[in-house]
């Protein structure tokens, strides 16, 4: 039996606006959204809530995006995390995806953009876990 897997994104920005409205538009396409105002809400959720995707942004107080993406990758290797910079700063872009972003998006974005890169970043997903459950099956098999 093949059951499907909802993907669980989350939003990570300081600007609450943005969260809100963004967040509203996302889940009456039917899907799970949990939202963060900063990079230390976002490392708190996560201990608590399964996430697939989480949509990152760069440029906040505190924590800034790459380092919350690097401590995120550091505990939580499975989860994709594309990159949202509103500045057009291609380093900050650079330095995300070396430090194991899936991809990054530009502010402003449509959230059918969103939707499409959380979409492809929830299929490498999913597709690396089966990976992984295979070559677990294969383990098993070959004890």
Known sequence: ???????????????ERF????????????????????GE??????????VHVIILDVK????DGVETLKKIKQ????????MLTG????DSAVEGLKS???????????VEDLIAKAEQAFARHLEI???????EAFKQSSI
């Open 129 to 135: 876990e089966e990976k992984i459950r295979l070559a």
């Open 100 to 110: 194991g972003a899936t991809d990054y998006l530009q502010k402003p974005t449509s």
């Open 87 to 90: 500045h057009a700063t291609a």
């Open 1 to 15: 039996m093949v059951t499907m897997i909802k993907m669980r994104l989350m939003l990570v920005d300081d600007e």
């Open 60 to 63: 906040m107080p505190g924590m």
């Open 41 to 50: 809400e976002c490392l708190e959720k996560l201990t608590q809530e399964l």
């Open 19 to 38: 969260l809100q409205t963004t967040g509203k538009m996302i889940r009456k396409k039917g899907y799970d959204v949990i939202t963060a105002v900063s």
């Open 75 to 82: 505990q939580y290797p499975r989860i994709e995390v594309i």
